[in-house]
Nanobody, 118 residues
């Protein structure tokens, strides 16, 4: 079993920055990909960024150049550094752990609210 605990959300002005953290139980970084998703009110959940065990990353087009995902394997923690935040970034952000095996479960954090507003 995997448990994900998120932190770092909050209220920030447009153009500001936040860093989200997701601490994962167990030593899962060698077998799980990690990612961040977000869901705005009334909208579907969307992929923000992923990082796999090799360190390769992927980003949604809307956040490229502004967000950066990273992982600290010693701490079993994944981060999402968010810079140049825009009001349209407002959403609940969810941490995700994915074994990349169809028959195995995907784990989700509880979500943390990010609000970008003047």
């Amino acid at each position: 079993q995997v448990q994900l605990v998120e932190s770092g959300g909050g209220l920030v002005q447009p153009g500001g920055s936040l860093r989200l953290s997701c601490a994962a139980s167990g030593s899962i970084f060698s077998i799980y990909a990690m990612g961040w998703y977000r869901q705005a009110p009334g909208k579907q959940r969307e992929l923000v960024a992923t990082i796999i065990s090799t360190g390769s990353t992927n980003y949604a087009d809307s956040v490229k150049g502004r967000f950066a995902i990273s992982r600290d394997n010693a701490k079993n923690t994944v981060y999402l550094q968010m810079n140049s935040l825009k009001p349209e970034d407002t959403a609940v952000y969810y941490c995700n752990a994915d074994p990349l095996v169809r028959t195995l479960p995907v784990y989700w954090g509880q979500g943390t609210q990010v609000t970008v507003s003047s």
